[in-house]
């Protein structure tokens, strides 16, 4: 248990400083805002999105009151995936709730600083975009996929039919 738990926050400490290093990196130094949009591959741009709901802009909220509920949201999330990996004994699960915890308590910081979560990644094709999106995102989405393989790598095996 000791293993996990201690992979668990390793991998949520990294998640949430490296997403605040690239948001840091793009609205400072970088300053995306003044550049965008900027091609980086022919179906992938950094863009400047100031995202004021949750996944793809669902439950918009413009007043302080829809922001701070979104800021307990997140932080009553990120603590239940805290609570699964202190107290899950597979690294995989806890390294998996770390994703997801580290990826929600980095946008619960963007909301803390700048009101809103900040997003840079838009994947777009043949004149279809997708969601703007950011890195926590990414660990969010990863995390929801380990938690799967580690709950189909502890289903029991089917009896044989016989």
Not at 24 to 39: H, K, T
Not at 79 to 93: A, D, I, P, Y
Not at 118 to 138: I, K, P, T
């Amino acid at each position: 248990m000791k293993a996990a738990r201690q992979a668990g926050i390793l991998v949520l400490i990294l998640c949430a400083i490296v997403d605040q290093a690239h948001k840091w990196y793009m609205l400072g130094p970088f300053d995306i805002a003044a550049r965008q949009p900027v091609s980086v591959l022919p179906v992938f741009d950094w863009v400047l999105s100031m995202n004021r709901g949750v996944s793809y802009g669902l439950f918009t909220q413009d007043s302080d009151f829809g922001r701070w509920a979104l800021i307990a949201v997140g932080l009553a999330a990120s603590g239940f995936f805290f609570w699964w990996l202190w107290t899950s004994g597979r690294v995989l699960t806890a390294v998996a709730a770390g994703l997801i915890a580290g990826g929600g308590l980095s946008n619960v910081i963007d909301r803390f600083v700048h009101g809103a979560v900040v997003d840079n990644f838009l994947l777009h094709y043949s004149g279809y975009e997708w969601y703007v999106f950011n890195l926590a995102d990414v660990w969010i989405c990863a995390g929801f996929v380990g938690i799967l393989l580690a709950w189909w790598s502890e289903r029991p095996e089917k009896a044989a039919d016989g």
